[in-house]
C-alpha cells in the first residue's frame, strides 16, 4: 500500500506558476518536480482562479467576507427558531 505524498503550497506555487509561464510542456515539468501531469493542472487551474482575489480591492474582499458571515449567522437564527419552536410544542407553552 502506497502512502500519500503532500506537497507544501510554496511547492504547488512554484510548479503552478513554471506551468502558467508555459516554458516547460506538463509532461516536462511532471518529471522535473515527480509529480503527475494532471496534479499539476489542477494547481495550474486554481492558481489562475484565484489571481483576481489578489488584485481585488480590499473592501470587496471584506464585504464577501461580511456577506458569508451574513448568510451563516441567518442559517443558525432559522434553525434556532426551527428549534424553539419545537420545543416550545413539545412542552405547551
Do not use: Y
Request: charged residues 30%; proline residues 2%; without cysteine.
Amino acid at each position: 500500500m502506497s502512502k500519500r505524498r503532500t506537497f507544501s503550497a510554496e511547492f504547488k506555487a512554484r510548479v503552478a506558476l513554471e506551468a502558467l509561464s508555459g516554458a516547460h510542456t506538463m509532461a516536462e515539468l511532471a518529471a522535473k518536480h515527480n509529480v503527475h501531469p494532471n496534479m499539476i493542472a489542477q494547481w495550474k487551474r486554481k492558481a489562475q482562479e484565484s489571481l483576481p482575489d489578489i488584485f481585488a480591492k480590499k473592501s470587496d474582499r471584506n464585504e464577501a467576507a461580511r456577506d458569508a458571515e451574513l448568510k451563516e449567522l441567518h442559517a443558525k437564527i432559522g434553525q434556532l427558531s426551527v428549534e424553539n419552536d419545537f420545543l416550545s410544542k413539545a412542552f405547551g407553552r
